[in-house]
């Protein structure tokens, strides 16, 4: 029943900084969530997630510019870009899940994505 809406994306030349929303429409609390990032021709990767206990973690491409956050009582999942390089131009998808190890149980669920492009 949850949805997710991603915003925030937009233009920047590379060394500039974004900051992703992904804003849910019921309560987030009891789940996961990532962001990832797909780019044209590519596979949709992991960027970076935190768990429903509030432990983030970020790909090491990313260690040290992007921060993910979350704010339950808002229902709000953050990605805090900086330093943004060409190479991170993408798609970026919010997604959420429930702490299950069969993915069945899992209530996986996506946002539509938001654009993020750098340019150089």
């Known amino acids: 029943q949850v949805q997710l809406v991603e915003s925030g994306g937009g233009l920047v030349q590379a060394g500039g900084s974004l900051r992703l929303s992904c804003v849910a429409s019921?309560?987030?609390?009891?789940?996961?969530m990532g962001w990832y990032s797909q780019g044209p021709g590519k596979e949709r990767e992991l960027v970076a997630d935190i768990t429903a206990g509030n432990s983030p973690r970020v790909v090491p491409s990313v260690e040290g510019r992007f921060t993910i956050s979350r704010d339950n009582a808002k229902n709000t999942l953050t990605l805090q870009m900086s330093n943004l390089k060409p190479e991170d131009t993408a798609m970026y998808f919010c997604?959420?899940?429930?702490?299950?190890?069969?993915?069945?149980?899992?209530?996986?669920?996506w946002g539509q994505g938001t654009q993020v492009t750098v340019s150089s």
């Open positions: 997604s959420s899940w429930r702490e299950e190890n069969d993915p069945k149980l899992q209530d996986r669920r």
């Open positions: 019921g309560s987030i609390s009891s789940y996961s």
